[in-house]
């Protein structure tokens, strides 16, 4: 969905707050997320919280 929005890590990060490297290791899975930065992502992507866990289902 970031890609789609045409941002790279380094930007979504910087938009989030968040260090770059730490948002990578989200998108890899790499770390836990918080809903904090779930609800973060959401608003950032203007895509409904539920959606996006929607999607994560469907991979």
Known sequence: MREE???SQEE???K????RTYYG???RGENS??????QK???KLN???SEIFRQV???
Not at 33 to 38: R, T
Request: glycine content about 8%; overall charge negative.
């Open 5 to 7: 929005a045409g941002l």
């Open 12 to 14: 979504f990060a910087y």
């Open 16 to 19: 989030l707050g968040i260090n």
């Open 25 to 27: 290791n989200l998108e």
């Open 33 to 38: 997320i918080s809903i904090d930065i779930q």
């Open 41 to 43: 992502i959401s608003r």
């Open 47 to 49: 895509i409904p919280l």
């Open 57 to 59: 289902e469907e991979l």
